[in-house]
């Protein structure tokens, strides 16, 4: 049996009572610590909806979008420019199937509209049409008149191998490797010298 001396007793105690203060007088760790920056935690991810399969994703401002494994859209969040493609400008909080029957093999989503590219490579839009950002040949010109709240073919009868978005506009390249682009101009993003907005596909780097 090992004895304790009176003086190495109490260095133990003070010991075991410092320890105790470095810890707050918890020495239990818990779970969850709050980040010393100040920043809260970070919220645990949820499913979109129980048993919900999707092969493909793309998020725009205030809305979401996802590929089904046959290749049918799905949408949900806010809708008031028709961004979902169900044929309402009803917001969801669950995911909507985009009408038509299309099936796609990408999806891209702007600030308040949506396109994806179809198994023939070729281009639909649909929501906020501001800029002409659809490529249909129309503009709603900042008004709703010419939002579309179903999926609408790009003219051009282009086919495109990929396809993205901006916050009002839209670019793709064909098999090729040629761009085209479509929408807002202000900033020069259709990367051509067309020098405002164009509501149907241009070719980007040409005169």
């Known amino acids: ?4 001396g009176p003086r190495l007793s109490l260095l133990l105690t003070l010991m075991l009572v410092l320890a105790g203060c470095a810890t707050g007088g918890d020495t239990t760790p818990t779970e969850t610590q709050t980040p010393t920056n ?18 493909a994703l793309a998020a725009g401002d205030q809305h979401a979008c996802a590929l089904d494994p046959s290749g049918a859209a799905w949408c949900w969040g806010y809708n008031h420019q ?3 493609g169900d044929g309402t400008t009803a917001t969801s909080t669950a995911p909507v199937a985009v009408v038509g029957g299309h099936t796609f093999t990408s999806l891209s989503a702007g600030r308040y ?3 994806g590219l179809d198994t023939d490579g070729g281009a639909w839009c649909w929501g906020d049409n501001s800029a002409g950002q659809l490529g249909n040949g129309t503009t709603g ?5 010419e939002n ?3 999926p609408v073919r790009v003219l051009g009868g282009l086919d495109f191998a990929t396809l993205t978005t901006g916050q ?3 670019c793709a390249l064909t098999d090729s490797g040629d761009a085209w682009c479509w929408g807002a101009y202000a900033s020069g993003q259709l990367g051509n010298a067309a020098g405002s907005s164009q509501t149907q596909p241009s070719r980007s780097a040409e005169d």
């Open 1 to 4: 049996m090992v004895r304790i």
């Open 38 to 55: 100040g920043e809260s935690p970070a919220a645990s991810p949820t499913p979109t909806v129980e048993g919900f399969v999707a092969t």
């Open 82 to 84: 028709g961004q979902l």
């Open 113 to 115: 509209f949506t396109c």
């Open 141 to 145: 010109a900042g008004g709703s008149s």
């Open 148 to 150: 579309t709240s179903e």
């Open 168 to 170: 009002l506009h839209v």
